[in-house]
């Protein structure tokens, strides 16, 4: 296997972390180089087990800091890219939308520049470089829930769950229009087409991705799932938007690493790719999955904790529902996710019950009090 530079933006996060380790511990001939801000969502604690790797190094760096970016890149010679830094909480661009313009549109297009920069410099120029951005199924938008009571899917995958079904006919396709509707989707997708730009104006080799929910260990607890898990075991309230009709499509953290994976070798330069295990659940459904599970786990009697279920204030812009067609990515690639729902959530909600240190860690501090002031309305 060849030498390969690569640097993965935003390696000390949810995702990134997966991806960071699962390169390093694939390819020992690759230099990995995370490349993270350390925001409140970075957490080097997720990487403790890869840490000493000599094929791995730390950068501390803001993706809007371009000169720096660049200066980095001509350093280590820099091939690849993976990016996956970026604001990435709904409810917070809704407070803060100003944050999420600055890193996921301006750090995008800085490492854009910079990249080209240097990529243009070199004798070979674009060949043998990749810019991989990680992107969201939110940028479609909302499909609308034309069957609320479910039907059969049009297609199965080991992710779907036990009785699955689709709450609508229609998906999410790689050609649909882009429709965002958060502070967080719009600057994902400002992000995507930045990213395409610079593949239709400079001949840059991009890919882009658009994953649906992701799940499983080192997620920070403000996103559903781990926020939920923390919450039943700790005996407090459980704050379900609206009345828990939205539908989200899960898929195992660690299937959409493999997927980044396989992309990044083989998948064709200015391609989109949709990632997704179609599986799709009402949030209220899979709040009562998790219930069942912790109670089960730490001995309560079943049903015990779904007095904790507050409905609370729905959040502003709602999405109804998010399905992805990842036909392609599996015809092409020959992807697959290896995981089943309910294997994935047992093995999820074991995982936040063992590392109780990593939540409280994260729980405490600084976090408490931000999380205090967002949901003082609720
Ligand atoms: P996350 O919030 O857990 O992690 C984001 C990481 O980016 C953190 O380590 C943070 O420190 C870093 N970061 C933020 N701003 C930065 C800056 N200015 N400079 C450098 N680093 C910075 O996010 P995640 O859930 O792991 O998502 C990763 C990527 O995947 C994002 O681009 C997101 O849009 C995309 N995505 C996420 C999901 C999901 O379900 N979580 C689904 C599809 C796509
Ligand atoms: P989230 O994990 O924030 O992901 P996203 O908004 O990117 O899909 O939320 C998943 C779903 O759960 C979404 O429909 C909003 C809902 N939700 C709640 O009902 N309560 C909560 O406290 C949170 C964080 C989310």
């Known amino acids: 296997m060849a030498k390969r530079n690569i640097v993965i933006t935003g390696g000390a996060g949810f995702i990134g972390s997966h991806v960071v380790r699962l390169f390093v511990n694939k390819y020992p001939e690759y230099n990995i180089i995370n490349l993270d801000k350390l925001t409140y969502a970075g957490n080097l604690a997720n990487l403790k087990d890869i840490e000493n790797k000599p094929n791995y190094k730390f950068v501390r760096m803001d993706i809007c800091d371009f000169e720096a970016f660049h200066q980095l890149m001509q350093d280590e010679k820099i091939d690849g890219i993976i990016h996956l830094a970026a604001e990435s909480h709904v409810d917070r661009s809704i407070k803060d939308p100003f944050t999420f313009a600055r890193t996921n549109v301006m750090g995008t297009l800085a490492l854009l520049q910079a990249a080209k920069l240097y990529w243009e410099s070199l004798p070979e120029g674009y060949e043998g470089k990749r810019f991989y951005h990680i992107s969201t199924d939110e940028v479609y938008g909302a499909l609308a829930m034309n069957h609320p009571e479910g039907i059969e899917p049009p297609l199965k995958t080991v992710a779907s769950s036990e009785g699955h079904k689709a709450y609508g006919d229609n998906f999410f396709y790689e050609d649909t229009k882009y429709t965002p509707h ?89 391609e989109t790719y949709n990632i997704g295990g179609f599986n799709e659940w009402k949030n209220i459904d899979l709040i009562k999955v998790m219930i069942k599970t912790v109670d089960r786990i730490l001995g309560n009697p079943e049903g015990h904790s779904l007095e904790l279920i507050t409905y609370v204030t729905d959040r502003l812009g709602h999405d109804a529902r998010y399905a992805i067609d990842s036909t392609k990515l599996q015809k092409e ?46």
């Not at 898990?229 to 939205?246: F, H, M």
């Not at 240190?357 to 003082?376: A, F, H, P, R, V």
């Open 182 to 270: 958060s502070p967080y989707s719009a600057s994902k997708a400002s992000s995507d087409h930045f990213v395409r730009a610079y593949h239709d104006t400079y001949g840059m080799p991009t890919i882009v991705t658009n994953c649906s929910n992701n799940y499983g260990p080192y997620q920070f607890p403000e996103k559903l799932i781990p926020l939920f898990i923390n919450n039943i075991r700790n005996g407090k309230p459980l704050p379900v938007y609206g009345k828990g009709e939205n539908v989200r499509d899960w898929l195992y953290v660690e299937d959409h690493a493999r997927a980044i994976d396989m992309i990044f070798h083989e998948g064709k330069v200015a």
């Open 333 to 378: 690639l020959g992807w697959e996710p290896s995981l089943q729902f309910e294997e994935g959530i047992e093995k999820t909600v074991r995982w936040y019950l063992d590392n109780q240190e990593w939540l409280d860690n994260i729980t405490s501090g600084d976090y408490e009090k931000y999380y205090d002031e967002m949901y003082k309305d609720r």
